[in-house]
């Protein structure tokens, strides 16, 4: 008999897994299908397979509250043992109201209450072979985990790294404060490690995501952690010079203008890290401003002439909320001006509404929705004019482009065609460029990044072709030959 045949057979228990709400929930699922993986689980890839769905949630705005609702239902109908985690599930009476019989309920940030809950429906079954599987003790995740997840859910090249949770702020119309709690950032090393075993992995574009990323450290006194026999501070500005030294993208998320950015500002004019950056403004007017409770909403205007200054290449992405209560005429009129003056690339609005338990909702004078409507398309076209004459200005230059994907038709040789991004570009959020490989038609993987030169523009994106494709040569060793994906 072989070792094969003696092994006793212990079925595997299988766990379904959804994964809804924002790049920050995303990075809190890699984290529990790491560790699904790591004691033995196999993760589902549908409800038939799944003895149990794991439902990490949104509880943002009211539309992901339904969908988070909805999809727990969809699960519980489908395998009747369902864990709901997330931000919905700081709110279990929500929950519970809809679905009584969910088998358990954990907030944001939970790992080891999830995995005890799935030992509980699904013990796995121990024998000789599988009971030496590892399973975390109590407290090792996900802070004091200095790899941070394993298990990626984005494509390999590029992935999102959490560098803190929760938020000191109190904006009026969010209630992330009150369902994730305050800030608590992570130990630059456990950051840097977590890079690090990325890129060697293949990883080339790192996104830095938090509720508010200038932030980073405040709470945790800016405490130093060992980084590759050193010692580095949790502050932005060490992070991001440590992370340029890696040699890859490196793309900063939702950073407010307080003023020290204007040092990551000057680490992208040195070209460490991507010339972009994602400034959630929500507004231009000071009164709505101030109305909202924005955190570093001083004099935007010259903050961002300023970071021009120090790195004219900079790509400036922004969200903004329209028809707030009591936005006047006037009010959304300096918005509109702020646009033109401004010129920001990449641009995203919203038109308000209300969040329960959000302090806003309790602001005089809303805004009536046709109003709120009608704001937001002449908002639209002003945003949509300055993005297409900003990406014409960028028609005639080489620029590097990140490929994402293959863009064939059914009778061109595969990869002729390919959509990528340039540093100016967030995956999901932003434009995209169309490519044609041209001669290098078939030598190009997903991931790669080559050089195209920009020959049309529209509102949103820009198309072009390939002229070289550059070897690929971060400063941190890579594990293995990524050829093929
Ligand atoms: S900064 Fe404001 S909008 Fe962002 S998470 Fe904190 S409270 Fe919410």
């Known amino acids: 008999m072989t070792v094969e045949e003696l092994r006793p057979t212990v079925a595997v228990p299988k766990v379904g897994f959804i994964s809804l709400g924002c790049p920050k929930a995303l990075v809190d699922s890699e984290r529990i299908l790491t560790q699904l ?17 794991i439902v990490n949630t949104c509880g943002f705005i009211t539309p992901a509250v339904e969908e988070s609702l909805s999809a727990i239902g969809e699960a519980l109908d489908a395998t009747g043992k369902v864990i709901v985690t997330g931000c919905l599930g700081e709110r279990p009476e929500k929950i519970l109201e809809r679905h009584p019989k969910v088998a358990a309920i954990t907030g944001s940030e939970a790992v080891d209450d999830v995995m005890g809950h799935v030992r509980e429906l699904l013990p796995i079954e121990t024998d000789t072979f599988t009971g030496l599987l590892p399973v975390a003790a109590h407290g090792m995740r996900p802070e004091e985990d200095l790899l941070g997840p394993t298990v990626k859910l984005t494509p390999r090249h590029f992935a999102y790294v959490k560098i803190a949770e929760g938020c000191n702020h109190t904006c009026a ?79 900063m998320h939702y950073v407010y203008p307080y003023p020290h950015v204007e040092k990551i500002v000057a680490l992208m004019a040195q070209g460490k890290i991507l010339p972009y950056l994602d400034v959630p403004l929500q507004h231009a007017s000071p009164a709505v401003l101030r109305r909202m409770r924005r955190p570093g909403a001083g004099k935007q205007l010259d903050t961002i002439r300023r970071w021009r200054e120090i790195c004219p290449e900079l790509v400036i992405r922004s969200t903004f909320i329209v028809g707030f209560p009591g936005e006047t005429e006037q009010e959304f009129q300096e918005l509109l001006t702020f646009l033109e003056e401004a010129r920001l690339d990449r641009v995203g609005a919203f038109t308000y509404s209300d969040v329960e338990e959000a302090d806003a909702n309790a602001l005089d004078n ?21 993005s297409a004459e900003k990406l014409a200005e960028k028609v005639g230059r080489v620029m590097d482009v990140i490929i994402d ?45 080559v050089k195209a030169r920009i020959e049309d523009s529209d509102e949103y994106d ?23 994906h």
């Open 462 to 484: 820009l198309y072009g072709e390939v002229v070289e494709r550059p070897a690929w040569k971060p400063n941190v060793p890579q594990l293995g030959h990524f050829a093929k």
């Open 173 to 251: 119309f969010c209630i992330i404060p009150k369902l994730r709690g305050r800030q608590v950032s992570r130990d630059a090393g456990a950051v840097l490690y977590e890079a690090y075993r990325l890129i060697a992995g293949g990883t080339k574009e790192l996104m830095i995501i938090s509720q508010d990323t200038s932030a980073y450290g405040v709470d945790v006194r800016y405490r130093e952690s060992e980084f590759q026999g050193g010692q580095v501070r949790a502050h932005l500005t060490d992070l991001a010079e440590n992370l340029g030294e890696m040699g890859v993208w490196v793309r």
């Open 405 to 449: 994907e293959f863009n064939d038709d059914e009778d061109d040789a595969p990869g002729t065609k390919l959509i990528g991004r340039t540093k100016g570009d967030a995956p999901g959020i932003d434009g995209q460029v169309y490519l044609y490989a041209g001669d290098f038609a078939g030598l190009i993987n997903i991931g790669d990044i």
């Open 366 to 386: 809303p805004v009536p929705e046709q109003t709120k409507e009608e704001r937001l398309a002449r908002f639209m076209e002003v945003a949509q004019r300055i």
């Open 37 to 53: 993986r790591a004691e033995g689980y196999e993760v589902a890839p549908s409800y038939e397979d799944a003895q149990a769905v």
